[in-house]
């Protein structure tokens, strides 16, 4: 499938509806239990996806489009949630995403990217030049890639608890 | 995490909603497309859910709650849906989804299961001997396998188009 940008916001416009969804009313075992040490609960990873929302996608998505001489990113912070969040609740976070996302996509649309843009660049501090269409595809599958993982951690709170079956559910292999 | 009927069954009350939104408004490409050979798209995995909710799930339990003499489950077939679902939209088979679990729901909720049917056991027929607590945790499991499924191929539409970012995203290689 090539890029589509039409298409990526689809999918970027269904994910905070989506998290809502996957975690209704759930227990806190789900939300706030991980799959090992060092490793993110549903909770953690729902802070990750606010951080990247004010600080990752559309602030570099404006550096690629800018005049600027210098279009060089800030290195994300993958654990910069981990101050940021302290003493919030699921909800809180969700409703927080849920409105970044909304205010983000909405700046896209404002930047009316055509094609032309698309192949427009900036430098990424560790993978280098890298364009526009990059970009947006990677914020979209970065979104599925944490929607996997939020279902895969819930999915090991019952590695044991399936018994027998552990050998089928490729899920708690992963 | 022990299993936990109740919490459970607020886990697989939310999939069909959550089908509902990640998959709302998306195209067919992400929709009909799979992994490569022998692999599933968002619509196949929808169709083997519908099929668990006929032939599985419920079924089991009630075969191991039963009071006959011969507890050994049906053989599930994964490749059912290939037939079953020959013509129908993503949004019918979402909708059967929905009211498929929904009466499955209810069914489970009149069979008044406490605690101490848990232990109560079938005989599945490649892994032997199973209890109903061990069904009703791989219930569970396999959706949250499936939602995570789901993000997965659609995530690999984008394999190339993410450009270098594809050796951070681990969703591609998984």
Redesign the interface.
Known sequence: ???NLK?SI??L??TP??L????????D??LL?NEGENTWSPYDIIGHLIHGEKTDWIVRTKIILSDDESKIFESFDRFAQEQENNGKTVQELLAEFTQLRKQNLEILAQLQITENDFLKTGI?PE??E??L??LL??W???D??H???I??V??K??AT?????N??????K?
Chains 1, 2 share one sequence.
């Not at 050998?167 to 708690?172: F, K, P």
């Open positions: 499938m090539k890029f298409k689809a999918v416009s269904n509806k989506t809502h969804t996957l975690l209704n009313s759930l227990s075992d789900w239990t990424h993978l280098g890298i364009n269409k990059q595809a990677t979209t599958v970065h599925l890639g929607i996997a993982q279902a895969r819930m999915a709170q019952y608890e399936v018994g027998p079956w050998a089928y559910l490729g899920i708690l992963s």
